[in-house]
């Protein structure tokens, strides 16, 4: 099982961008999902949060900005980012921990970059 992550480019501050992560089979069954990022120079942060109960939760530096969603009938993940900031300039990546048939998969996308200029 693999996951594609798109979305990222080059924004001004204050502007938008959705973020898709997609998963390689329909088989992959996703029951939380995230989206972490990594700025240079800083670990990986968890940014925002699903889970199959439908709970989510958001960073304290995104709430009210970011909103995480998923289209189960896709298998994708999106994070939707407005009123982007300079400081949210990072690799965008996604995570997935469902199941393959029986088997339990927790899976990384490759990453995505956004950067947020003055």
């Known amino acids: 099982v693999q996951l594609q992550a798109s979305g990222g480019g080059l924004v001004q501050a204050g502007g938008s961008l959705r973020l898709s992560c997609v998963a390689s089979?329909?088989?992959?069954?996703?029951?939380?999902a995230g989206w972490y990022r990594q700025a240079p120079g800083k670990q990986r942060e968890l940014v925002a949060a699903?889970?199959?109960?439908?709970?989510?939760n958001y960073a304290d530096s995104v709430k009210g900005r970011f909103a995480i969603s998923r289209d189960k009938a896709k298998n994708t993940v999106y994070l939707q980012m407005n009123s982007l900031k300079p400081e949210d300039t990072a690799v965008y990546y996604c995570?997935?921990?469902?199941?393959?048939?029986?088997?339990?998969?927790?899976?990384w996308g490759q990453g995505t970059l956004v950067t947020v200029s003055s």
């Open positions: 995570n997935a921990d469902g199941r393959v048939g029986t088997s339990r998969a927790n899976v």
């Open positions: 089979t329909r088989f992959f069954m996703i029951n939380d």
């Open positions: 699903d889970t199959r109960g439908g709970s989510t």
